[in-house]
């Protein structure tokens, strides 16, 4: 079983839509969590960082933690074309390697 | 300004060979770190270097092999290039400080025929 598991999709949604992407992890130490976005042929950019459980927004973006679950969540409200990226939740605990989900391709239709 | 640079962008090249790729980070970051991308965008550690010394030695073949001749570089280099070698390798850096995010490079694509 990987450590962190995402459902690589491809998503495709119209414009204005929420989206909702989401993670599972099985390591009880991961205490950081990361929303990285890459456009293609781009490297991965920080999106969102959160730390422990709880809620993090930034715009139209919202980050979830749930520890007690081991699933966090990344919301976008009101999407737009300029979205479309692949996404990708990122975890460690104190000083480990940040490990990756597999990456979600997320389509925004105009 | 760029923040990581990696090169080349892109590699082709024929099984057998042996090649390099070059990474730097004008950041003032502590640890670099190489990364494979497989076609599936999975993202897998390979390598972190802190301060020159190599921390982090996944499971990768010993055909690779990282050099940091200082804190700001981190060089790949990889011999007997076979075909599942083709990949996009990130380069990345970061700050020495619980949860910090990682900065990483545009990549370099390679492409073993």
């Known amino acids: 079983q990987k450590e962190v598991e995402q459902d690589p999709g491809p998503l495709s949604v119209p414009e204005g839509a929420i989206v909702s992407l989401n993670c599972t992890y099985s390591n009880s130490a991961f205490q950081y969590f990361m929303w990285y976005r890459q456009y293609s042929r781009k490297g991965p950019e920080l999106l969102m960082y959160t730390y422990s459980s709880g809620n993090k927004e930034d715009g139209r973006f919202t980050a979830q933690v749930d520890k007690s679950s081991k699933y966090i969540s990344l919301f976008i409200r009101d999407s737009q074309p300029s979205d479309s990226a692949t996404y990708l939740c990122?975890?460690?605990?104190?000083?480990?390697?940040?490990?990756f989900g597999q990456g979600t391709r997320l389509t925004i239709n105009p | 300004d760029t923040a990581v640079s990696q090169t080349p962008k892109y590699l082709v090249t024929q099984m057998g060979n042996d090649k390099s790729i070059k990474c730097e980070q004008n950041l003032g970051h502590d640890t670099m770190y190489w990364y494979k991308q497989d076609s599936k965008k999975f993202l897998k550690i390979m390598f972190s270097y802190n301060n020159k010394e190599l921390i982090i030695n996944e499971t990768v073949p010993n055909r690779f092999s990282p050099k940091s001749p200082d804190k700001a570089h981190l060089n790949l280099h990889i011999n007997s290039l076979e075909l599942g070698d083709s990949a996009v390798y990130f380069c990345?850096?970061?700050?020495?400080?619980?949860?910090?995010?990682?900065?990483f490079g545009s990549g370099t694509r390679l492409t073993v025929v």
């Open positions: 990345a850096s970061s700050q020495d400080l619980p949860g910090r995010g990682y900065t």
């Open positions: 990122a975890m460690k605990g104190g000083a480990q390697k940040l490990v």
